[in-house]
């Protein structure tokens, strides 16, 4: 391993300091990096869990999802999309209800047989149980389109809430009504990096995420016309094919803006492999990865070392420190 810790927070591979000197655009991922999510997607996630087991799989158990057992899927690669994350835990729910095992065990084994496929890695993992779990998997109807897909509407129902909802599917909730949960959204950037950003970067800054246009424009603000949003990519308005860690979307964006050495920020293996795809691909890319918004920030900064990261920092306002200090 070269990597080496230059200051507190901040470890970069010295084998790469020439490259990211050469740094002239940036882009970043949103959840748990522009956007402090713990309290609304991962939320999101363990409520949709809940409501489907009891009223669709008759499991009377609450609270089984953690906030590490999504992190777990999400360290696989293979599960960018929340959604996925929570189709699968409902999967594994059933499967372990089934084959009368304690699911806080189960849970560890299908997380362990989980890869970069993402929900095809769990589905062939429990088909190699032979575990009957066709009526939940019928119910869900999942993947398949949003509008025709049960998982997906409840999820958002709860994600985005009664107004959003209807303004982004032009129909009313059918399960719940109210707030959603992404107003529990914290936006960690500020104008202050902004500014600074600007100055290294100029408008070269854009965003590649998996969520949708309208609940990152709802959660930044005024801050999301600070990106070149001509070039930004926003998946969940794209087709699935389209998801991380397809580096399709990234490249397209790092042209769009002209850009011939970029930086991309990301909190995800999905987001690893997308960058390291990307600069295998020509399309010159240094990955940063972000640790200090997970629930267990030394495990997923052990998680970037492990794999090598370019850059690893705590937050992202150390990005301009972190390029100051390569440069000096």
Do not use: W
Request: proline share 3%; hydrophobic share 40%.
């Amino acid at each position: 391993m070269t990597l080496k810790e230059i200051e507190e927070g901040i470890i970069i591979d010295p084998t790469k300091i020439e490259k990211i000197k050469k740094l002239d655009s940036i882009v970043f991922d949103c959840d748990g990096v522009l956007i402090d999510v713990s309290n609304s997607y991962d939320l999101t996630i363990k409520k949709t869990v809940d409501f489907i087991i009891k009223e669709m799989a008759q499991v009377n158990e609450s609270d089984l999802v953690t906030t590490k057992l999504i992190e777990g899927f999400k360290a696989s690669g293979g599960f960018n999309d929340e959604i996925d994350v929570t189709y699968a835990l409902i999967l594994a729910v059933v499967a372990a209800k089934k084959r009368n095992e304690p699911f806080s065990k189960f849970i560890i084994k299908v997380i362990e047989n989980a890869d970069q496929t993402g929900i095809k890695s769990v589905e062939k993992y429990l088909n190699a149980l032979k575990v009957d779990i066709s009526d939940i998997r019928e119910k869900l109807a999942y993947p398949g389109k949003k509008f025709q897909n049960l998982l997906s509407s409840i999820f958002d129902e709860i994600f985005y809430g009664s107004e959003l909802y209807l303004q982004l599917y032009k129909k009313k909730p059918q399960f719940f009504d109210g707030l959603g949960l992404i107003e529990n959204d914290i936006v960690l950037l500020n104008r202050d990096l902004v500014r600074k950003l600007h100055d290294k970067f100029d408008k070269k800054i854009a965003i590649v995420t998996g969520r949708g246009n309208l609940s990152a424009k709802y959660s930044l603000k005024d801050l999301f016309n600070e990106f070149d949003l001509s070039n930004s990519k926003f998946l969940e308005d794209e087709p699935r094919e389209m998801a991380k860690p397809n580096p399709h979307s990234l490249i397209s964006t790092i042209k769009g803006m002209n850009g011939n050495n970029s930086l991309y920020v990301g909190d995800s293996m999905e987001d690893y492999i997308m960058a390291r795809k990307a600069d295998e691909s020509g399309i010159s890319t240094i990955f940063c990865g972000v640790y200090g918004t997970s629930k267990d920030p030394e495990a997923k900064k052990s998680l970037f070392e492990n794999n090598n990261a370019d850059i690893i920092v705590k937050s992202i306002d150390l990005i301009p420190k972190t390029l100051n200090l390569v440069e000096a």
